[in-house]
């Protein structure tokens, strides 16, 4: 079955440094790939997306590019921030059902000042 | 406005008993998820409904596990005779249609002692 791949945190960087959560996936298909973000006493919230081979999706300064040759959606990030503290969760779905996510097992993100 | 609303947030009870989660989606929402989600772990999908009818429950784990959605909106996931290895956050999510962005609640956290 689909299945998806994060690297292990905790992520442990100082502030303005810069940042890649790499998430590989195995899925039958053309899936589309999410990166959802959790803060700390809050629910999961959409980061990004990217629907198609070679779409890169973007928002609050983070990026990642579907790579279709690599079956991989990298989350980077230029400069983060200590408010970007959280755990981020990669996920894929296949659509065929509706949207039912197979998300990573996420990656704690820490960022000092 | 008003996001997904979960109850209870907590939930001890004894190995055994039965068990009542309820999910309150975004007013107008037609698709509504159900996810669990373990220590350490990323979520589990476990059901999908397109408005009143289960239009994928392959995530259930077993026949103790089963959720209604009589009216289109509310939500409940019920699971009998719980177990130790029940224990763990269950997500609900709804969208607008099952092609829209998913919006999560805060989660039911279910200790079985």
């Known amino acids: 079955g689909d299945s998806v791949t994060q690297m292990e945190g905790p992520v442990t960087l100082s502030e303005e440094a810069f940042l890649t959560i790499n998430c590989t996936y195995t899925?039958?298909?053309?899936?589309?790939l999410f990166w959802y973000v959790q803060y700390p006493g809050e629910g999961l919230q959409l980061l990004l997306k990217?629907?198609?081979?070679?779409d890169k999706g973007s928002n609050k300064g983070f990026e990642a590019t579907y790579r279709k040759e690599t079956t991989s959606f990298h989350l980077e990030k230029g400069s983060v921030q200590v408010s970007d503290s959280a755990v981020y969760f990669c996920?894929?779905?296949?659509?065929?059902?509706?949207?039912?996510?197979?998300f990573g097992p996420g990656t704690r993100l820490s960022v000092l000042p | 406005g008003a996001g997904v609303s979960q109850t209870p947030s907590n939930k001890v009870t004894e190995k055994g008993k039965y068990v009542e989660l309820r999910c309150d989606p975004i007013?107008?929402?037609?698709?509504l998820y159900w996810y669990r989600q373990s220590l350490g772990q990323g979520p589990e999908f476990l059901i999908y409904?397109?408005?009143?009818?289960?239009?994928?429950d392959s995530g259930l784990p077993n026949d103790r596990f089963f959720a209604v959605r009589p009216e289109g909106s509310v939500s409940t996931l019920k699971i009998q005779r719980t177990e130790r290895g029940d224990s763990a956050v269950y997500l609900c999510?709804?969208?607008?249609?099952?092609?829209?962005?998913?919006?999560f609640g805060p989660g039911t956290r279910l200790t079985v002692t």
């Open positions: 999510a709804s969208s607008l249609t099952s092609v829209h962005e998913q919006y």
């Open positions: 899925a039958t298909g053309y899936p589309s």
């Open positions: 990217a629907t198609k081979a070679d």
């Open positions: 996920a894929l779905s296949d659509g065929n059902y509706g949207q039912n996510f197979v």
């Open positions: 007013s107008g929402h037609t698709a």
């Open positions: 409904f397109q408005g009143t009818g289960a239009a994928d």
